[in-house]
């Protein structure tokens, strides 16, 4: 479901206004200006300088091998020793440790967070989180949404969640699939800024776990091309230069994108245009899914990213410098416990849309430790044995840009938040300057 929260946004949600709910390596030593509401926004630190238009991929090789085990190598301390031959470690821009900072929901459960600067209060971030489902054979699955703002490295909901106002409905779905009937939502609910607007989409039971698109009062499904899947829910949307939304519907075993129209109908895939490129691109780069186990999926929205520096007043954006990036994950699944790998990827945002370059390493969240019973899966807390050595689950739901006023547009020198869920049962999340997702990119255009 997708919902375009601006006008219509406000209306709704004037009541929870009045009731204090608006829906509405090391660390970095630099200066974050105040922010204000600006249209074009200062970043929130000054990157390193010595990042270029397209990031080096000085000695990246075929990647031909499984992408990073599960498993970790644990030290005499109980803590995980990273390969940093096999991830790039990501450090929080503004916690005093470098680790991810966790979300506080007051006196609610929730994972798969995702993360917006308020509009209008420039001291805090609008939260929506998945509630933690109880064990009930039937039941619905919330949303819950709350104004956040940071104290002591954590942050932390003003008030008590609410419920997002988004009324679920009741699922069709038959054979293998029944089981979804039961789980009616909407769930994953994602919050994002498009280039005018903040919207949110999230999965529901209207058309077995497609996509829908909707304001508040009608609801219109967000088509694909065909062939369709009995389960359709990794979608992202993303816009070109000139302002037309597309959804890109599958990454693997090609991709699929199309332009939608208002209504939410879809036009034929473009993707074919582009499929040498981009087949020969993933072939080198991307971790190849080659056991039952495993599998690669899309995994959050997109933003536009223009390959220079806000702070360089040469810096100009055209269709050959911005791109649209978004995250994938690598997932595999050993003893009954995922594990999700997350790589970035860079495509043109104009025509033909074509793949510009793939993360050669996963991204390692600093604070990501070994799956124990302090990881907290409710899922686990009845087992008497947890699976041995392996890493915690962090599934990245979302990347946004954390400066107040920037909406999908930014640079290399600005900083996102990447918010995730951990083992399906916290919420936590990172802020990390552009540039490092962007450090081991292995570019399309070198290949032959």
Not at 252 to 275: E, H, K, N, Y
Not at 315 to 330: S, V
Not at 339 to 347: H, K, T
């Amino acid at each position: 479901m997708m919902i375009r929260a601006y006008k219509a946004l406000i209306a709704i949600v004037a009541p929870i206004l009045v009731l204090g709910l608006l829906l509405s390596s090391k660390r970095r030593r630099v200066a974050i200006p105040v922010e204000q509401p600006v249209d074009n926004p200062k970043p929130d630190n000054n990157a390193p300088a010595s990042q270029s238009l397209d990031p080096p991929n000085e000695g990246i090789a075929n990647v031909d091998i499984l992408a990073p085990s599960h498993l970790l190598t644990i030290d005499d301390d109980g803590q995980p020793v990273i390969d940093t031959s096999a991830y790039r470690i990501l450090h929080s821009n503004s916690t005093a440790t470098g680790t991810y900072f966790p979300i506080h929901l007051g006196g609610s459960a929730g994972f798969n967070p995702t993360i917006i600067p308020h509009p209008t209060k420039f001291d805090a971030w609008i939260v929506i989180v998945q509630q933690i489902p109880n064990k009930s054979p039937v039941g619905h699955s919330l949303p819950l949404i709350c104004n956040a703002g940071f104290m002591n490295d954590v942050l932390i909901c003003m008030a008590e969640p609410a419920v997002l106002p988004v009324k679920a409905t009741r699922g069709n779905c038959e054979d293998e699939l029944a089981h979804f009937n039961f789980e009616y939502g909407p769930r994953d609910a994602r919050l994002f800024y498009g280039p005018v607007a903040p919207y949110l989409n999230a999965v529901d039971d209207y058309r077995i776990e497609a996509v829908l698109a909707k304001d508040f009062t009608e609801p219109t499904e967000l088509q694909r091309p065909p062939p369709y899947k009995g389960v359709e829910k990794n979608f992202f949307v993303f816009w070109d230069t000139v302002g037309n939304i597309h959804a890109h519907s599958e990454i693997v075993p090609q991709r699929v994108f199309s332009r939608i129209g208002p209504d939410g109908s879809s036009g034929p895939d473009l993707a074919p245009v582009t499929v040498d490129n981009d087949s020969r691109c993933m072939a080198r780069y991307m971790p190849p899914a080659m056991l039952d186990t495993s599998a690669v999926q899309q995994a959050t929205n997109s933003l536009a990213i223009t390959l220079c520096m806000r702070s360089d007043p040469d810096c100009m954006p055209t269709d050959k410098n911005t791109f649209i990036l978004a995250l994938f994950h690598y997932k595999t699944n050993f003893d009954g416990h995922g594990v999700y790998e997350p790589y970035a990827m860079l495509f043109q945002q104009s025509e033909p849309f074509a793949l510009h370059g793939i993360s050669a390493k996963p991204f390692w969240i600093s604070g990501r430790s070994k799956f124990s019973r302090l990881s907290g899966n409710v899922h686990w807390q009845d087992s008497d044995a947890l699976p041995e050595n392996h890493s915690e689950m962090f599934y990245i739901r979302s990347i946004n840009w954390r400066a107040h006023g920037q909406k999908y547009h930014g640079y290399m020198d600005d900083i996102l938040f990447l918010a995730f869920g951990i083992e399906q049962s916290r919420s936590g999340a990172i802020d990390v300057v552009a540039a490092d997702l962007l450090q081991d990119l292995g570019l399309c255009s070198e290949l032959k």
